[in-house]
């Protein structure tokens, strides 16, 4: 199974946008190229910092953004929240339910995937946070018997990553969710909020990657600060049984140098 994973799409409606914010037509220049590509993904999963401190109105935007991408491109879309989200406007503009505050975090069961979305989002706080319910319900879920991989989704990541500047703003007490991730088979762990594509290995070997944003990215630290800079960046995904791949998927402009087949590949190969 394939699938996509973008991150901090920091999605705003209207005119006037912060440069930190996306438009939904950039957001859908993600979902046209991944639709062409040859490993087109089942769908997409974008990991929190979905809408940009917004009210109901721009998540019911939202959410007819994303019924046009499925129809569109044929991907269905999961979101988990981040700390730019608001639980109450989520629920009432997107889930189309009575406001309130409490986490957002739900199982989806696929043909080869098991995925498992989780809610450390806090409002008005930039760290997250995963309350003991949740935490339970994430080992009630672990233990049930599951044929399928298992890959577990979450804003915040759970561990270090190599932008050490912000880590101070990563998962609180992660060994509570690290200890529940020792005892159980997960292929990966996807996070966010790093706005840079980074890779790490929590202490009971589960891989997590945090995906780079598409509203903007942010560069290694130089001299004492970060530079937020405009960029497109997105994760293919593929797992399979025995393993589970993911990689940066780039959007941003590139000159081609050549383009070849894989026969064409193999023919220069044996040429030389
Ligand atoms: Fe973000």
Known sequence: MNFLHISDTHLCFGENRSPICSSPE??????????KLDQKPDFVLITGDFVHEGGPADYAAAKQFVENMERRYGMPTHVALGNHDRHDAFYRGYCEMPAHSGPYYYRIKMPGLRLLVLD?????????????????????????????PTVVALHHPPCGTTVYA????????????QKILERYPVKAV???????????MLPGGTPVYTGAGTAFAIEMPQG???????????QFCAVYDQGFYWSPFCLDE???LVR?????????????
């Open 190 to 200: 996807l996070a966010g909020h790093k706005h840079f594509p980074t890779a790490a």
């Open 254 to 256: 590139r000159p081609l």
């Open 166 to 177: 912000t880590n101070q703003n990563n998962l609180q007490k992660p060994e509570l969710f």
């Open 224 to 234: 004492g600060a970060l530079s937020f800079v405009d960029g497109i960046q997105a």
């Open 26 to 35: 950039r957001l859908e220049k993600v979902y046209a190229a991944a639709a």
């Open 120 to 148: 450390s989002a806090v409002d008005d706080q930039v760290p997250g946070r995963l309350d003991s319910e949740q935490l339970q319900w994430l080992e009630d879920q672990l233990q049930k018997p599951c044929a399928t």
């Open 260 to 272: 070849m087949t894989p026969q064409q590949m193999r023919e220069y190969h044996a040429e030389k």
